[in-house]
DNA sequence: TTGAAAGCGCTAACAT
DNA sequence: ATGTTAGCGCTTTCAA
């Protein structure tokens, strides 16, 4: 069934069609009438990819999400496809698997659906001018700061939370409590990820506090699911290194590791301070209730789409957005 | 940039650089090079929609979701992504907000897009005979069981657990544990969703074993969120009628109702027994781990996956196949 | 108010 | 092995 179709079964010309298709002022009202009547009958829809061909211009922008199953990413993505459509744009969402190079699938996507703009949730830290340079339309970065100094402010947008400055402030929260031997849950820190990152600056925390750090304690997971959280903090326990706090990277591994302490007969937060980052709305229903770097979502989400509408717009160059994660207190810490 | 540019570029025509493209044989090792060349030189990539539009077949396969912040769901994206390409079809998620006729976009998706089949996740299970004969694709309805009887056999596939005889087999395990007061804690009554399904079955168990259900234990939400979920058992307990036991609807729902039982000074499971449908991946974490009906994820995607495209490949008629939802006993759960 | 026709970028049949 | 060309279904001038 095509345009055609209908016109033919209606006895006008396509054109007619696609002027009532697309609410063109000037079709009688009769044709009009018999046109739609023809569309509800057959249930026409009009074949996407046609229309996409002939309009030089698409409205859509493209959000690539990396890992649809992660929590804090999927919680902005009603959001964000809200504010997108109301600045006139059509949201596509495109999930990639995390093996996959992001900005590759993101300038493979942007050609092939001729996108308007970009936003990419969740990707790494760590990339080359060639990888940005084969972007050709507008886009911002979300959870991206250019930590390992490859970019120039010139070349790309970002919104993010400082995750260096959030590990620091993880770690000062547990260090004011009196906690001195302090474990840390991550991914890996050396994937160029927020996992870095935020290694880093908890690496800083401590050695300004003048507390070494001890190699033991730190937990680095294969995968970056619950359940190599759980493993890792077993492990980790296994291990009868002493630790009074734990700072988890994210939420979920937070509660996968507080899980594994519980089994090993350790309570949080009495025998365990635990601390991480994201504030998904999980958060605050676990029991303990979790102390948590809140991102702020809806910030996130509104920077991002604005900066992305305002480059697209040409009202605006490039920025780089840095936003506060701050402390929301569960009760997953306490005072030593 | 098109393959016309890319032809002129090279000096050759747009047949050989689509041959390029489409890895046809008969082309020249020297002019292949010279393609690829050009191709990777100006990131080139070629236009989806004048692809999709020429060729009269697409391959792609539509994965229509409502809510992805849904982690059920969110959950079996992944794999059933995965065992759709390993099928040799293309996956296209498309996430419909929760207040849009699920049947309607879908129907709309599968014309504009040329799709070769869908799979619904997490609609309604009320649908008439004219919602699905708008559907002119092989279907997979994920999680619908005909109950409200309008559809018949030939018309529909489908995968799901018993709904209803989960419902039932949740208050079974609550009433052979000695509980009497049983609270439920779902979306509604009548929203013909799995959550009047699951209360039907429910109420049968409790009939069956001759116990009165109080109308005052049930809870119904306004939202399907963990919020409301959390309000609506607050109000539960001011409302002061006495239970030992409560049946949420859902894991997430479950966990925000033992965290307001844990505000009012109820520990699970010493105080109230709490169990759940579904079996996300979180419910192995939480403190208490949760008792649940866990949904067999795998099963339930590949069997959807199968049937779909034996539809598809027209090796099999409409399929409607009823998997077991089995209990995993956490520590939710208690003898009275 | 309507229709005829060009062309969006690509693939595939056909011709060379 | 390569080029020429006819559409795929639609929108949009342009002419009537």
Redesign the pocket.
């Known amino acids: ?7 033919l079964c209606c ?9 009532v ?2 609410n ?5 009202e ?3 009438e018999k046109v739609l009547c023809a569309i509800r009958e057959h249930h ?4 996407g ?3 996409d ?4 211009e698409s409205d859509a922008v493209g959000l690539v999400l990396r890992g649809i199953a992660n929590s804090f990413f999927a919680e902005l993505i009603p959001t964000m496809d809200q504010l997108i459509l109301d600045a006139g744009y059509t949201p596509i969402l495109h999930q990639i698997r995390s093996d996959m190079d992001e900005l590759d699938a993101a300038a493979k996507l942007a050609r092939a659906k001729r996108l308007k703009g970009l936003i990419l949730l969740g990707g790494s830290n760590d990339y080359t001018q060639e990888q940005i340079a084969a972007l050709d339309v507008p886009f911002v970065l979300c959870t991206y700061t250019n930590s390992f100094g490859n970019l120039t402010p010139e070349q790309y947008s970002s919104v993010t939370i400082d995750d260096r400055r959030t590990g620091c402030a993880a770690a000062k929260l547990l260090l004011e409590r009196g906690h001195r031997r302090i474990a840390i849950l991550l991914d890996s820190i050396r994937d160029r990820s927020v996992s870095e990152l935020r290694w880093m600056g908890f690496r800083e925390a401590l050695e300004e506090a003048g507390v070494p750090f001890d190699p033991a304690l730190l937990a680095e997971t294969v995968s970056y699911d619950m359940a190599g959280a759980y493993s890792r903090t077993k492990k980790l326990l296994a291990d009868g290194e002493a630790f009074t706090a734990l700072f988890a990277v994210s939420d979920a591994m937070a509660i996968a590791a507080i899980r594994a302490l519980h089994e090993a007969g350790r309570s949080v937060p009495e025998d365990c301070s635990v601390v991480s980052v994201d504030g998904i709305a999980l958060t605050r229903y676990t029991i303990p209730s979790l102390t948590t770097f809140v991102q702020p979502q809806k910030e996130i989400v509104c920077t991002a789409v604005q900066t992305l509408i305002d480059l697209i717009e040409g009202r605006g160059p490039n920025r780089q957005i840095v936003l506060n994660a701050v402390p929301r207190f569960g009760q997953s810490v306490r005072q030593l």
């Open positions: 069934m095509t345009i055609k179709d209908i016109a006895g006008v010309s396509v054109s007619t069609v696609s002027r298709l697309n063109h002022p000037n079709v009688s009769a044709a009009r026409f829809v009009p074949n990819s046609a229309r061909l002939v309009k030089l």
